[in-house]
C-alpha cells in the first residue's frame, strides 16, 4: 500500500468516527497490519516506516478527547490567566488609564510571544482629546500561528479593553478582582472581551502542548480601543489589507454572547444611524416666572418633534424607513421559531411586566431584523436633583435608529433630516433646529449555509452534542463590516459569552462553564475550518 493510500485511509477514519480512544486504537491496529503487509512484501525497514505513519498519523487524526481533556486539566490555569487580564484596568474610555491599556497590550502579546507567534504591535497613531491635546492610542496586537500555504488561514479578531466599572456603580465584587462565586466569574471585561479572547490563545496552546499540528494557520488582531468605537483600527486593517491580512481566509469574531443556554452561532448585528436634533432660540437660559408664556421654548419644540419619530406601539413614523426593510421570509419564522427562548425570563431579566410584542417571532424579529428608534437623551436639558425654573436656551437631543438590510444610512440620513424639518415648519417656530448625523454603521448579515457556518454547527455538535441557535445580534459590531468592506473575506460570529453575562453592566461574568467549553469548542472550530473544500473559500 502507497502512502497516499494510507494517507487517506487515516484522514477519512480521523473524520468520521466520534469515539476517538477506540479510534486510536483501531488505527495502530490499522497501522501495525499495514506496517507488516509492506515489510513482508516491500522489505522496508520497520522503524523508518512507523515513523512515518506515526507522523502521519498525528497529523491527520483530530484527537479531540485528548485536546478536550487537556482544557479540562488545566482550567485552574486558565482561571488565573483571566484573573490577571480581568485585574489590568484597561478602561479605554478614560484617559487616565491609558497606561494600564498599554500595559494590557504588552501582556497580550507577550503571552502570545511566549507560545512562538510572530507577533507585532502595530502603532495606530494618536487620538485627539476635545481639550486639543493628543494620547497615544493603544497598539494594535497582530500575531501568527503556523504559515502553510496548503491550509486555510482564519484571523481572530478580538478587543481587551473594558467599559468603565466602579464598586459604587452597584457592583457585588470588585469589578477589576476576579471573584468565583458559585462557578461565575465576576470581573469587568469577564465576558466582554477578555476570556474569549483568552480561550482562543488557549484553543492554540492546547494543539501546541500536546504536539498536535494545528490544523489551520490562526491569526490574531486584538485591539484596545473597542468600547470607544475602535478608533484607528479601521485604517489599520486597510493598511494591512494586502499584506498581514492578504492570506486571511476567514475573519472569527466572539465578542458576543448567546441567546439562552443553548450555544449559538451569530449571523447578523443591526447597524446604528445615531443623530443629534438641536432647537435653539433664545440667546441664553431664561427664568420660566420671568419670560416663561412670551417666549417660544426650543424644549417644547424639540419634545414635539421627537414624539413623531415613532409610534407608542413601535411605528417607526418617518416616511421610508420602513419600506426599506427587507421583508420576512417564510424561512426566517421557522427559524425564529425554533430557536429556544423564554419570553418570562427575558422579561424578569430585564424587569418589565410587558413587552411590545407577546409572541416569540415577532420579539426576536423585532430585535434583529427590524429598525428601531431610541431616544438616548437631551444635552442642555435641567436634569439635576431639585426644581430649578429654567427655560433652556438650546437644546440638543440624541436619537439614533438602529439599521437592518436594505436600509442605507446615506438615505435614512436624508429621510430623517427631511422628515424632522418638515414636521418642526408645521410648529411655525422661530427656533432654529439643526440635524447630523454622527455615527452611520452599517448593518451586517450573512447567509448561514455558507461553509464556516456549517463548519460551527458541526464544532457545536460534537462539543454541546446538540445543534447551535442561529442568532441575530441587536446591536451593532461595525468591525465585523469593516473587516468584509476592506477584505472581502468571510465572517462567523461564534460567541461563547453566556445570555446573562451583563456585558456593560453591573457585575459582569463569565462562567466556569461558558469559558472552559467555549475554549473547546474553539479547538473543535479549527478542526471543522480546516476540512472547508478550497473552492467554497
Ligand atoms: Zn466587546
Same mark, same amino acid.
Not at 504591535?121 to 503556523?146: H, S
Not at 436634533?277 to 420671568?290: F, M, N, R, W
Not at 456585558?503 to 474553539?522: A, C, D, P, V, W
Given at each position: 500500500?502507497?502512502?497516499?493510500?494510507?494517507?487517506?485511509?487515516?484522514? /477519512? %477514519?480521523?473524520?468520521?468516527?466520534?469515539e476517538i480512544q477506540k479510534r486510536k486504537k483501531q488505527r495502530a491496529k490499522v497501522c501495525l497490519s499495514e506496517e507488516t503487509d509492506t515489510q513482508s512484501r516491500e522489505k522496508m525497514n520497520i522503524p523508518v516506516l512507523f515513523s512515518v505513519l506515526l507522523v502521519i498519523s498525528t497529523v491527520q487524526a483530530f484527537q479531540y478527547t485528548e485536546l478536550a481533556q487537556y482544557v479540562d486539566s488545566h482550567e485552574e490555569d486558565y482561571v488565573e490567566a483571566l484573573r490577571d487580564w480581568v485585574a489590568i484596568e484597561s478602561d479605554s474610555s478614560n484617559v487616565l488609564k491609558r497606561p494600564d491599556l498599554h500595559r494590557m497590550m504588552e501582556v497580550t502579546a507577550?503571552?502570545?510571544?511566549?507560545?512562538?507567534?510572530?507577533?507585532?504591535?502595530?502603532?495606530?497613531?494618536?487620538? +485627539?482629546?476635545?481639550?486639543?491635546?493628543?494620547?497615544?492610542?493603544?497598539? @494594535?496586537?497582530?500575531?501568527? *500561528?503556523? %504559515?502553510?500555504?496548503?491550509?486555510?488561514? @482564519?484571523?481572530v479578531y478580538g478587543h481587551v479593553d473594558v467599559q468603565p466599572a466602579k464598586l459604587e456603580d452597584g457592583w457585588a465584587t470588585e469589578p477589576y478582582n476576579l471573584t468565583d462565586i458559585r462557578g461565575n466569574l465576576y470581573g469587568r471585561g469577564a465576558s466582554d %472581551?477578555?476570556?474569549? @479572547?483568552?480561550?482562543?490563545? /488557549?484553543?492554540?496552546?492546547?494543539?501546541?502542548?500536546?504536539?498536535? +499540528?494545528?490544523?489551520?494557520?490562526?491569526?490574531f488582531v486584538i485591539e484596545g480601543m473597542e468600547e470607544t468605537g475602535s478608533n484607528g483600527l479601521d485604517a489599520m486593517i486597510v493598511a494591512q489589507r494586502d499584506t498581514f491580512l492578504s492570506d486571511v481566509d476567514y475573519i472569527i469574531i466572539s465578542d458576543c454572547g448567546w441567546l439562552s443556554r443553548r450555544p449559538a452561532l451569530t449571523y447578523g448585528t443591526r447597524g446604528n444611524c445615531y443623530f443629534y436634533?438641536?432647537?435653539?432660540?433664545?440667546?441664553?437660559?431664561? /427664568?420660566?416666572?420671568?419670560y416663561g408664556g412670551a417666549v417660544i421654548e426650543p424644549m417644547t419644540d424639540l419634545i414635539g418633534i421627537l414624539d413623531t419619530l415613532i409610534s407608542p406601539s413601535g411605528n417607526i413614523l418617518i416616511p421610508g424607513i420602513r419600506e426599506a426593510v427587507a421583508p420576512l421570509t417564510d424561512e426566517e419564522w421557522k427559524m425564529y421559531q425554533d430557536i429556544q427562548f423564554d419570553m418570562d425570563n427575558y422579561k424578569n431579566k430585564i424587569g418589565v411586566d410587558q413587552l411590545m410584542y407577546s409572541n416569540k417571532v415577532d420579539l426576536l424579529a423585532h430585535l434583529w431584523r427590524y429598525p428601531t428608534v431610541t431616544i438616548h437623551g437631551i444635552e442642555g436639558a435641567f436634569s439635576d436633583p431639585g426644581t430649578k425654573t429654567v427655560i433652556p436656551a438650546k437644546v440638543t437631543a440624541k436619537f439614533s435608529i438602529r439599521q437592518v438590510p436594505n436600509m442605507e444610512p446615506a438615505m435614512v440620513k436624508k429621510q430623517v433630516t427631511d422628515y424632522l424639518h418638515s414636521v418642526f415648519a408645521k410648529r411655525k417656530s422661530p427656533n432654529k433646529l439643526k440635524v447630523t448625523m454622527v455615527i452611520g454603521a452599517k448593518p451586517w448579515l450573512v447567509d448561514t449555509q455558507h461553509p464556516l457556518y456549517e463548519a460551527g454547527r458541526a464544532a457545536v455538535k460534537r462539543v454541546f452534542d446538540m445543534d447551535p441557535d442561529l442568532i441575530r445580534e441587536g446591536g451593532t459590531i461595525p468591525i465585523a463590516k469593516t473587516f468584509q468592506d476592506v477584505t472581502g473575506k468571510s465572517i462567523i460570529m461564534m460567541p461563547i459569552g453566556g445570555f446573562d453575562d451583563g456585558?456593560?453592566?453591573? %457585575?459582569?461574568?463569565?462562567?466556569?462553564?461558558?469559558?472552559? +467549553?467555549?475554549?473547546?469548542? *474553539?479547538i473543535a472550530y479549527l478542526n471543522e475550518v480546516s476540512k472547508i473544500k478550497r473552492t467554497s473559500v
Open positions: 500500500m502507497n502512502l497516499a493510500v494510507l494517507l487517506q485511509t487515516n484522514h /477519512h %477514519n480521523a473524520n468520521q468516527d466520534a507577550l503571552k502570545l510571544r511566549l507560545m512562538g507567534g510572530a507577533v507585532e504591535l502595530v502603532d495606530i497613531g494618536e487620538q +485627539e482629546l476635545p481639550n486639543g491635546q493628543t494620547l497615544a492610542l493603544p497598539k @494594535v496586537v497582530t500575531a501568527q *500561528f503556523g %504559515n502553510d500555504s496548503t491550509k486555510h488561514t @482564519v484571523c %472581551n477578555k476570556a474569549p @479572547v483568552l480561550a482562543w490563545i /488557549h484553543a492554540v496552546e492546547a494543539y501546541q502542548a500536546l504536539n498536535m +499540528e494545528l490544523p489551520v494557520n490562526v491569526k436634533a438641536e432647537v435653539g432660540g433664545p440667546k441664553q437660559d431664561l /427664568h420660566s416666572g420671568v456585558l456593560h453592566s453591573q %457585575n459582569e461574568k463569565m462562567s466556569r462553564y461558558n469559558y472552559i +467549553e467555549g475554549t473547546k469548542l *474553539f
